[in-house]
């Protein structure tokens, strides 16, 4: 019997190019499966920070707010968002929304060509789902789930599929190839915090303050965070979830470039989130004369969400200045909250509106184009216009958002599925919604009160 043939160096070359092709897939997917975990694992982070913000009496409510998040958001991401989000544009060179792949549609067909959809649907989810969970703290305390459960459905179903096809999608109206300058946000600044943060503005304000809340004849301190330790924990949860949000939105593990890019985004994350940390931390002590962990953790959450739009297009010393701007504009938010007398009970929209926010205008400003950035101080091409469309997409975000949450808020509030009864929240939701009626079981004597 005659020997087989060898190879050709033909057939060697192209065996050889579909087995680095396989091993290619198989790392990137690693690398996004994991970081789409540790994003996941964020809403432990949101669970635990706000369950700590909150009265004690209303624990189980809020516990119960970010569980439906996560379900509702799964449900409406497969069915509809996705599609609009990153299905096939609706119109070339500045696409509104995607027309393809609702319900899983076409993935198999896909596959066979060699893209991965479930891998990115699975990262995208957890990303769409984490914007959703913004806004449940905001409205903390004296909103009915009913119609708390409303509106994140309309906002992972439409509100935040739309903005992500304008800007991530590569096909949408902010970011296309036809455009001189496109707007950047590396994993999120105004995407995902910003648009959570406007909606939670919008949302707190429309339901309304709680009972008591900045009345004067009424002892303020009763609203002040009932867990301390159980809000650190949720901060240092984020942060830690935090490098799956920036270096995972590198989206690739493939090569050395991918190696050293994800690994200049952590530094920066890491960075800007200690500065933003240190920044309001010391500025609140300068003003009250205390030490507030509040302070220190929001200002860490706040130089978390400045630095991630701009993480991957910056050096470590910008990162540091990028943080500790955004825990300036956190306190700013915050001050001006309570100005106009919108009750925040965990400052969601100081922190993910308004320094989601700076971040997104930091994309303009710094970053030279060594490191992949278009900023104005470094005087790059088209920098103006860099900067131009990073204050339209912040501007546009705004209004998409805050107009859709003002749209369904109010109808929601006046047909009386929005805001709890006074009786109710005075007897706290616990107790008046929930089964057990307490978060904690005390032994006789020892029942918390709160």
């Known amino acids: 019997m005659a020997d087989a043939a060898p190879p050709t160096l033909a057939e060697l070359t192209a065996q050889v190019a579909q087995m680095k092709a396989d091993y290619d897939e198989a790392l990137d997917t690693c690398w996004i499966l994991v970081c789409a975990a540790l994003v996941f694992f964020m809403h432990a982070g949101f669970t635990m ?23 509702i958001a799964t449900i409406c991401w497969y069915l509809v968002g996705y599609g609009l989000a990153y299905g096939e544009p609706n119109t070339e060179g500045g696409s509104f929304c995607g027309t393809s792949h ?40 004296r909103t009915a789930l009913t119609g708390f459960a409303v509106y994140v459905a309309a906002m992972t179903t439409f509100v935040y599929p739309i903005v992500v096809h304008w800007t991530w999608s590569g096909a949408g109206w902010l970011n296309n190839d036809t455009r001189t300058a496109s707007y950047k946000d590396f994993a999120g600044s105004g995407i995902v915090h910003m648009c959570g943060g406007i909606s939670a503005l919008v949302g707190a304000a ?24 159980i809000l650190v924990l949720g901060t240092f949860i984020l942060f830690f979830g935090w490098f799956g949000f ?22 920066n994350t890491t960075a800007g989130g200690a500065m933003g940390g240190l920044v309001t931390y010391m500025l609140d002590f300068v003003m009250t ?46 001050a001006l909250a309570r100005a106009i007398k919108v009750d925040d009970p965990i400052e969601a929209f100081a922190v993910h509106g308004c320094a989601g926010f700076w971040g997104v205008l930091a994309v303009g400003l710094f970053g030279s184009e060594e490191v992949g950035g278009n ?34 808020f109010v109808p929601l509030k006046a047909a009386g599925l929005l805001r709890v009864s006074e009786a109710m929240q005075a007897m706290g939701l616990d107790e ?18 709160g």
Request: charge should be neutral; aromatic fraction near 10%; include cysteine.
């Open 246 to 267: 920036n270096p995972g939105s590198s989206l690739a593990m493939k090569s050395q470039a991918d190696a050293f890019s994800a690994s200049m985004v952590a530094m």
């Open 375 to 408: 900023g104005i101080f470094h005087g790059g091409e088209n920098s103006g216009a860099q900067l131009g469309v990073q204050l339209l997409g912040a501007l546009m975000i705004t209004l998409w958002s805050g107009g859709f949450a003002a749209l369904f």
């Open 206 to 229: 429309v339901v309304g303050p709680r009972q008591g809340r900045f009345a004067a004849d009424v002892d303020q301190d009763k609203f002040v965070p009932h867990n301390v330790p």
């Open 102 to 141: 609702f319900a899983g549609g076409g993935f198999l067909e896909e596959q066979a060509n060699g893209v991965n959809r479930w891998r990115d649907w699975f990262f995208q989810w957890a990303f769409c789902a984490t914007c959703g969970t913004i806004v449940s703290g905001a409205m903390a305390e």
């Open 49 to 71: 920070l706000e369950t700590g913000c909150v009265q004690l009496k209303n624990t189980q409510n809020i516990l119960c707010k970010n569980g439906l998040v996560v379900v």
């Open 289 to 334: 004369k205390k030490h507030s962990v509040g302070a220190l953790c929001n200002g860490i959450l706040a130089g978390l969400v400045g630095i991630t739009a701009a993480c991957g297009s910056v050096e470590p010393g910008e990162a540091f200045v990028i943080g500790g701007v955004g825990g300036l504009f956190y306190l700013a938010g915050s």
């Open 432 to 449: 008046a919604k929930h089964s057990p009626r307490r978060a904690y079981s005390m032994e006789e004597g020892q029942q918390l009160k």
